[in-house]
Nanobody, 121 residues
Framework: VQLQASGGGLVQPGESRKLACRVS????????MAWYRRAPGQRRKLVAA???????EYSDSVKGRFTISRDNSENTAYLQMDNLKGEDTANYFC????????????????WGQGTLVTVSS
């Protein structure tokens, strides 16, 4: 299983950015998709998560500004980030829990590589 994250870059405060995480490989069902971030000098923290049924959760720091979504047909999760602030600068990682063909009753966790988002004027 591979997770390919994309969309990071340099943005100015107040601007928007959309991250994508495409999952490929031996996949039967992706139950849970999430975005975490690690800011310089800090530990990795949950930003947003979405379950297969569509329920979502957000950290208080991004609620109302970020929107997580997923395309189940493409095994892809998105993070729409609006009104970006300097404190959103971080390496963003995607995370999934999924079951695989041949082992559909258990779930495994996978991480993608980070994509760096820098918010600066």
């Amino acid at each position: 299983v591979q997770l390919q994250a994309s969309g990071g870059g340099l943005v100015q405060p107040g601007e928007s950015r959309k991250l994508a995480c495409r999952v490929s490989g031996n996949i039967f069902s992706i139950e849970f998709m999430a975005w975490y971030r690690r800011a310089p000098g800090q530990r990795r923290k949950l930003v947003a998560a979405i379950r297969k049924a569509g329920t979502t959760e957000y950290s208080d720091s991004v609620k109302g500004r970020f929107t997580i979504s997923r395309d189940n047909s493409e095994n892809t999760a998105y993070l729409q980030m609006d009104n970006l602030k300097g404190e959103d600068t971080a390496n963003y990682f995607c995370n999934v829990y999924l079951s695989q063909v041949g082992n559909t009753r258990s779930y495994s966790e996978f991480w993608g590589q980070g994509t760096l988002v820098t918010v600066s004027s």
